[in-house]
């Protein structure tokens, strides 16, 4: 830029004196006028030019990772590497009255090819009101019903006023402000990942006012047509294409995948949430329609558009919505993949990051999902109806690529506390059903929330099938035979709890931690003789509650797990899901999870599933939302759940082997002293899309009693180890 300044007041200057040369006396008054007009014209190009360079910032660009920024006037192009698509390509207009993104493309060698002109990120920020209260769990409440309180619909402002464009490894991150909705302020990062034709495009925003929860609508619209068709999947797995009409009022759309599709004549632009981040935590894994498409949606974004949306009412039970705790920066983001190719296989592209919604196998791993209240018992198979050979909820599981279920039925409905013919008759049908339902590759396992005798809600897990009544009268005795179900258990109060897992060495752990129903546990009871026992295995964790500030998924159980671990208890974290009807129409890939169980083989049911607890209660697992996959991760040669000890000096050799789809962000190494929790992040944002690496650390651990590391993507998706423990 300063070289065609000074080639511009050159070639002025000897065009100024060619007309009027120096020692010339003639035409005096007609050579200063020219010469101040000459004067103000260099002015006005240096201030222009120095405007354009003000207006974009370059100065933090990394120009050898592949990436190259030219800045004209109020245009910004921006290419980056895209692996074997070649070079992506954004031209962004800083003009008000323009749209930003004035071309979308990819580029080959021999060509550029514009999938998309003419389109403007848009934004519905909808703000409401958190209920905090300790006595739910404060930022931690499930229980909270926002959409029952007054809220509010915004069209966040854009006001394009200045931008900057940087590297952060192999990611270039472009911002440009002002953002503005409400009292939220903030800017537009638009980020592009290198080696792939992967971009994110957030509303980063940030308010002051206290107990506030939001949830956000956002797309790419258009003035004029844009896109022929727009594809998705519909939950049957077929590919949808409707011809675009521009004047199409929006239609809330329900789809697989969460993705909606733009094609034009020169491609395919999908555009997609991030997988689980952007489903806030419920009771039902209800599909509500999460995209959109079409003109004026809302009755806020003007002009034609595809995007994603999220229904106020969500399930009609428990709605807590994201929270929004005060100058926390919320990302309101979402994904966009571009091919020059048809919808069908931009579609086939995004199925890639989550493994087409399933959880891929793993050598010397078995996949274990937790805390089902399906209810299969009472609604169908006691209730009179057909009972399937095939119920949807089985078929639904193992096309997720999950081996083994653990239930939680008879939550509410059923009798726990008897009387004892019905409980019974209740449990021989449940343990009948999962017998019959399970088979070499899926092993669907019994499993209840008791909810009785420790306090809060736990969860209980048997290595066979177990009769036992929640209550028992003085005159019972603790265990008897019954002519038809054989031995009976009667469990009056916490010891006699305690007992039963001790003699069939059954597990239970503690469901929800620290919110829900299980508020303030197990901290109640963490001096309890029933929790320090090895039957008490520790707690679950599931994404409540959604933060979308954080580069993680919930912390709130992951700080448990480092807070049992400070207490000297050998104590395990395994992921939970806590939803209840499961059906192929539903979105159950947003809010499942899994276990990765280091398993060589499914147990057959009829000869009990032992080695399945014996994993969980040895920390022979990591926990995963399916994109991210730590397959080896030890400590000075020690895998997790075993011991190992540490030199004098605390240097500490941490190996992991991991898997991913989408780029990954850090590996956070997070250790204890029996006080202290100790966190060291290791930025990983030089990875591309779709890796596999061996990564080894040195860390000092002097003094420390445990360590776990935990590995996140740029989605938020992650995994997390069980702990090493230290000598």
Partial sequence: MHKEILLTISAVYLLSTSIYPMNSNQNKPASILVKRFIFLLLFSICASSLQAQQLVDVSQLNKRNGVKVSVKGKLIDVKWPAGKNGNGRLVLDLEKRMPLFKSVGLESKTEFKEIAA??????????????????????????????????????????????????????????????????????????????????????????????????????????????????????????????????????????????????????????????????????????????????????????????????????????????????????????????????????????????????????????????????????????????????????????????????????????????????????????????????????????????????????????????????????????????????????????????????????????????????????????????????????????IPADLSLPTLSKRVLNLQDDMANWGLKKHVIAESDIFTITEQNEMYAHLNVNYLQLDKIPDFKDGWQPVLDAMRQGKFFVSTGEVLIPVFTVNGKNSGDTTKISPSGKTKIALSANWTFPLNFAEIVSGDGKEVYRERINLNNTLAFGKKQFEFTVNLKNRTWVRLELWDIAANGAFTQQVWLE
Wanted: net charge neutral.
């Fill in 118 to 543: 003419g389109l403007d990120p848009a934004f519905i920020l909808t703000v409401g009101k958190r209920t905090l209260d300790p006595k739910s769990g404060g930022w931690d409440v499930f229980f909270d019903r926002v959409p029952e309180k007054p809220f509010k619909s915004y069209l966040v402002d854009f006001d394009k006023r200045s931008a900057s464009v940087s590297s952060s490894g192999a990611h270039t991150i472009i911002r440009i402000s002002d953002m503005r909705a409400d009292s939220f302020r903030g800017a537009l990062e638009i980020t592009l990942y290198n080696g792939s034709p992967l971009f994110n495009v957030a509303a980063v925003m940030a308010t002051e006012v206290d107990s506030t929860a939001i949830l956000y609508d956002a797309g790419l619209v258009s003035k004029t047509q844009i896109w022929q068709n727009i594809s998705f999947s519909d939950v049957k797995n077929v590919l949808q294409t409707t011809k675009v009409s521009h004047e199409t009022a929006a239609i809330n759309q329900e789809v697989k995948y969460r993705t909606i599709i733009g094609q034009s004549t020169e491609g395919s632009l999908a555009l997609f949430p991030p997988p689980h981040q952007y489903f806030y935590p419920l009771d039902e894994a209800f599909n509500l329609k999460f995209t959109w498409w079409g003109q004026n949606y809302g009755n806020l974004m003007p002009g034609y558009g595809i995007g994603i949306r999220q229904d106020p009412l969500g399930d009609r039970r428990y709605v807590p919505w994201f929270n929004a705790p005060p100058k926390t920066s919320q990302r309101l983001n979402f994904f966009c993949l571009l091919d020059t190719g048809s919808s069908a296989g931009v579609l086939e592209e995004v199925k890639k990051f989550t493994h087409s919604d399933s959880y891929v196998p793993l050598p010397g791993y078995k996949t274990m999902a937790s805390h089902f209240h399906n209810e299969f018992i009472m609604d169908v198979v006691l209730k009179g109806l057909p009972v399937p050979e095939k119920p949807e909820f089985k078929e639904v599981l193992k096309k997720a690529g999950i081996n083994i279920v653990h239930l939680g039925e008879f939550h509410g409905p059923g009798h726990p506390k008897g009387p004892d013919e019905e409980r019974l008759k209740e449990l021989h049908a449940l343990h009948e059903q999962c017998a019959r339902l399970s088979d070499n590759d899926f092993l669907l396992l019994p499993g209840e929330e008791p909810n009785n005798f420790y306090g809060g809600h736990w969860l209980s897990f048997f290595p066979k099938p177990i009769n036992w009544i929640m209550s028992r009268k003085p005159n019972m005795p603790f265990v008897s035979d019954h002519p038809k179900y054989g031995k009976v258990y009667r469990i009056g109060n916490k010891d006699e709890m305690l007992k039963l897992l001790e003699l069939e060495n059954g597990l239970a752990w503690t469901a929800h931690a620290r919110t829900k129903s299980s508020t303030g546990y197990p901290d109640a009871y963490k001096e309890e003789p029933f929790f320090k026992s090895e039957t008490f295995f520790g707690a679950a964790w599931k994404a």
